[in-house]
């Protein structure tokens, strides 16, 4: 088995199964996932079979002593259960990870990340970046699902170590990093996040559980090319690009990202994309998360707001 992915066993998959139609629907209560409803999703951790495997793999893949920072459960049994069960299995399998973050009011926690061929950026590279850099507490962990890929056979998800990254710099570039010297987009509208950090700097100082390398390639394009800042920055880049790693996500599954340790791309989509019916487009959904309180290794506690 590769490491970074994970396979559902049968038991597991027959247990969400069989709960998911008992279970509450993943109402929001204001930015987290509902108490009650978390409550719920998270005690089929103690009773469904294989639970405490999954769970205990994803968290070392995601935090622990080898630090790759994401991981890939093949969750395709659970795409199979329909679009109201499967959903809610795949949410309540995720609460046991961390709580359920919605970042934008009346937007659905399962956000649709498609793509539309008019939309040159939507079917372009996504260069690597971690979501929401300029917020003061960033989400802590991004799933996003697979529920078709590239017909086409492009859009290879890219992941790349950004703490590495950072250990491959020289010490004058670590340090201009660490001035607040860079800046990023628009911030209106979002909640759970903090406050706008605006400039923020790429490196916080803070280790991996609480810290961030924000970084966000986008940024770079509308910076002074002969200033020093922009110089360290692009040499982050070629950092981050040096490590990468690549692969296709297949029907299903669905990859988890600690955003404290990686950056998340995207390669370009397939060929002729505008020749791609309507309903067979590459289509992900995608969610942020909240690490619990005290420690990313218990998935037990309050969450923190
Ligand atoms: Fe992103």
């Known amino acids: 088995m590769t490491p970074y992915r994970v396979p559902l066993a049968a038991r597991l998959v027959d247990s969400l199964a069989n709960q998911a139609p008992h279970l509450p629907d993943a109402a929001v209560d204001g930015d987290l996932l509902d108490p009650d409803v978390n409550r719920a999703y998270q005690a089929l ?3 469904a079979i294989g639970a ?3 769970w205990a793999h994803c968290k070392s893949m995601l935090d622990g002593v080898y630090l790759d920072g994401f991981v890939i459960i093949e969750a395709a049994p659970l795409l199979d259960l329909g679009p109201e ?3 809610r299995a795949a ?4 609460t046991w990870l961390a709580t359920p973050l919605n970042v934008l009011d009346a937007t659905p926690l399962w956000k649709p990340l498609g793509t539309d061929p008019e ?3 939507s079917t372009g590279y996504q260069p690597f970046q971690i979501d929401i850099v300029n917020a003061t507490r960033p989400p802590d962990y991004l799933a996003q699902w697979c529920l078709r890929p590239d017909p086409r056979g492009g859009g290879h998800t890219l992941i790349s170590h950004l703490r590495r990254a ?3 710099l020289d010490d004058e570039e670590r340090r201009l990093l660490t001035d607040r010297a860079f800046t990023h987009g628009d911030f209106a509208g979002l909640r759970g996040v903090g406050d706008e950090y ?4 790429v490196l916080d100082g803070r280790e991996h559980r609480d810290g961030f390398v924000r970084f966000d390639a986008r940024i770079l394009p509308g910076m002074d090319s002969r200033e020093a800042h922009t110089s360290a920055a692009r040499a982050l880049e070629r950092e981050v690009i040096a490590g990468q790693r690549r692969f296709l996500l297949a029907r299903g599954d669905l990859i988890v990202i600690n ?3 990686c950056a998340h791309g995207r390669e370009r989509l397939g060929p002729d994309q505008a020749t791609v019916h309507d309903d067979e487009h590459r289509m992900l959904h995608q969610m942020f998360l909240r690490a619990r309180r005290g420690s990313t290794h218990t998935s037990l506690g309050l969450a923190r707001r």
């Open 52 to 54: 405490e495997d999954l």
């Open 45 to 47: 951790r103690a009773t």
């Open 119 to 121: 939309q040159v950026t």
């Open 85 to 87: 069960h499967g959903p």
């Open 91 to 94: 949410t309540a399998l995720l």
């Open 166 to 168: 950072v250990l491959r």
């Open 198 to 201: 605006r400039p923020f700097p």
């Open 259 to 261: 955003q404290h340790v």
